[in-house]
């Protein structure tokens, strides 16, 4: 809950520091807001498990309906699991029923494999249970036209025109609303991404995960999540103060004193020249000639300010917006560091070898126990990270879940176990790794910016191609395979750039539209029967249970197939179709109903995934 005020209150170790937000609060009142949100949170939680939802007002026992089917899909589902029911006495347990689209169209509208999926339940043949079924169905779907069995006892179902087009009506009357559905039963999840060091610029890595974790929210908050967005600030340990000195080195080159040089482990991109130019023009020489132990904390501070808020603009401006900024400097700051080894002794986990303090994660599936304290009394870096997620738990969120790059893969193991030490469920913790970005053009790898010589950045790709593009090309491919972003093909205007595509497809839409009477809606649509046009609709009718199954499974990808597909039975419908001058002013009227819906439908993905839809192009 405290994550909902961070725009509101922040300040540089605050646990939720926003860049834009105020810094300067000063100290007595940041304690006493802290106070107040603490008695406000303990308050909300003995009211109900998540915080936050008993501050924003929601009811402590709403009863939260799953419903991301269509319509047809659910009265089909509901029809086969009475059959059976009626047949064998036994009420099928969940996910038993499936309905899907087949592929083969010849096949029928929808189709089910029930009667292969309960041999060994009822023990009878596939045929056998297909045909006792079928004779139950076509006395209860008044909605279906025909039932047929097929090969080893698929049940194949062709709808009747108005069953199908009734999906019309559901689009344009929730209209931006459409796909949204309540299949998250209002789970609370963190979600946490990106959360790189603040001491440099946002690369080609970072854009990945950024998109990715953002439609991610994007798809579980349709889905009815109570999902908070965070980013946790890497500003803690050594590297801050390699920064410090890194832009102290270079604040005195401005003024020509080259006595103090960069580290040879330090920052030597060109934006640390650029802050220390910021810090320069805002203080002068005053600190020219100041002490070291003096001079790196300052400058250490000031870059730290200054390159966080430009990740956050260029986050802001890339689409990708943060609840949350968590820091771990205060983190560390809090003690709530030193309370993780307590809290593993207490449960007789931990114990001393070679002056090292132990955790033994190899009692819940790690290969090894792990080190949280080495000998020289210095945490590793698992420590601060229990911390953290046993900060994320304190807070009411009871799925956790984290993208990290590829090549954290084998830290996985120890934090899933120093989750299960905890007490969690290490289930409740799920890791998406990002796989590496490689830039192309002309079929030649680009690996530095042309401007910079430097890695390509956030903001000069999206100054190249723009967002749109950038974001689509970013969450078409899963995120775990190796990704090759072609810069021509992001820049072209054909159909071949599957952005273009889409967007050419909302565009012609509007154009349409535009020139035709207003759409009048009608209780059925029973002149909307070609192939072309059920193809459409069906796709339509699949959209909300594409949302919920993208969000469950974090893949936003999905939603790209479907954009896809989507502007792919438009384009064949549209080229198939006469839609203005038809003779039949009652035909005009449907087809431009259906126009409607698919535009509805199309905007409403591609904003899922953070996509413009343009009415122009």
């Known amino acids: 809950m405290f994550a909902r005020c961070a725009k509101m209150y922040g300040s540089p170790f605050s646990p939720f520091y926003a860049p834009g937000a105020h810094r300067h609060i000063c100290a007595h009142w940041h304690l006493c807001f802290l106070i107040i949100m603490g008695i406000i949170y303990k308050t909300c939680r003995n009211g109900r498990k998540r915080g936050a939802a008993c501050f924003e007002g929601q009811a402590k026992n709403t009863k939260v309906r799953r419903s991301h089917m269509n319509n047809i899909e659910q009265s089909l589902t509901s029809a086969i699991a009475k059959a059976v029911n009626d047949v064998y006495g036994m009420e099928p347990e969940a996910g038993l029923v499936m309905v899907e689209i087949p592929k083969d169209t010849a096949n029928g509208d929808y189709s089910t494999n029930i009667a292969m999926r309960l041999p060994k339940l009822v023990h009878k043949a596939p045929q056998e249970i297909a045909k006792a079924s079928v004779e139950k169905l076509e006395q209860s779907l008044d909605n279906v036209e025909t039932i047929e069995i097929a090969g080893p006892g698929f049940i194949n179902f062709r709808m009747k025109k108005t069953a199908i087009s009734s999906i019309i009506n559901t689009v344009l009357e929730k209209g931006a609303k459409y796909g949204q559905n309540y299949s998250g039963k209002r789970e609370s999840v963190l979600v946490e991404y990106v959360s790189a060091n603040p001491t440099g610029n946002l690369h080609l890595g970072h854009a990945r995960g950024a998109v990715w974790g953002d439609c991610m929210c994007r798809l579980m908050k349709a889905s009815g999540y109570d999902v908070l967005r965070e980013y946790y600030i890497n500003d803690a340990g050594h590297q ?276 035709a009477p207003e759409v009048q809606p009608r209780e059925t649509y029973d002149l909307l029967g070609s192939e072309k046009e059920t193809a459409l609709l069906k796709h339509i009718a699949a959209f909300t249970d594409t949302v919920a199954d993208a969000a469950a499974t974090y893949a936003p990808n999905k939603i790209c197939n479907y954009v896809q597909k989507l502007a792919q039975y438009f384009h064949s419908f549209y080229g198939a179709h006469k839609i203005l001058g038809n003779e039949n002013a009652e035909l005009t009227n449907q087809r431009l109903a259906l126009l409607q819906a698919t535009k509805i439908t199309l905007a409403n993905a591609l904003d899922l995934i953070g996509v413009s839809a343009p009415e122009k192009m």
Not at 480 to 485: K, L, R
């Open 240 to 515: 801050m103060w390699v920064f410090g000195q890194s832009v102290y080195a270079r604040y005195c080159e401005l003024f020509g004193k080259t006595d103090y040089p960069v580290p040879e482990d330090g920052y030597h991109s060109p934006d640390i020249i650029d802050i220390a130019q910021e810090i320069k023009d805002k203080v002068g020489d005053k600190w020219l000639n100041a002490p070291e132990e003096q001079a790196i904390p300052f400058f250490k501070m000031e870059g730290y300010h200054i390159q966080l808020a430009k990740i956050e603009q260029d986050l802001h401006e890339f689409g990708c917006d943060f609840d949350s900024w968590v820091s771990e400097q205060w983190i560390v700051d809090e003690g709530r560091v030193d309370e993780v080894l307590p809290v593993f002794e207490k449960k007789g986990l931990m114990y001393e070898e070679d002056g090292a303090v132990w955790l033994r994660t190899s009692q819940f599936g790690d290969d090894k126990d792990r080190v949280l304290k080495k000998k020289d009394g210095a945490y590793t870096y698992l420590t601060p990270d229990i911390a953290n997620h046993m900060f994320k738990y304190e807070r009411g969120y009871t799925k956790l879940i984290n993208l990290w790059g590829a090549d954290h893969h084998g830290y996985i193991p120890r934090m899933k176990a120093a989750i299960a030490a905890l007490g969690h469920d290490p289930k409740s913790l799920d890791i998406v790794l990002i796989q590496m970005v490689r830039l192309v053009e002309n079929g030649q790898e680009v690996k530095m910016s042309k401007r910079t010589g430097n890695a390509v950045t956030i903001r000069e790709l999206r100054e190249d191609i723009g967002n749109d593009a950038t974001r689509y090309f970013f969450v078409e491919r899963a995120v775990d395979t190796h990704m090759d972003f072609d810069l021509g093909l992001a820049r072209s205007q054909t159909s071949d750039n599957p952005v273009f595509y889409a967007q050419y497809a909302h565009a012609r839409i509007c154009s349409v539209l535009r020139q």
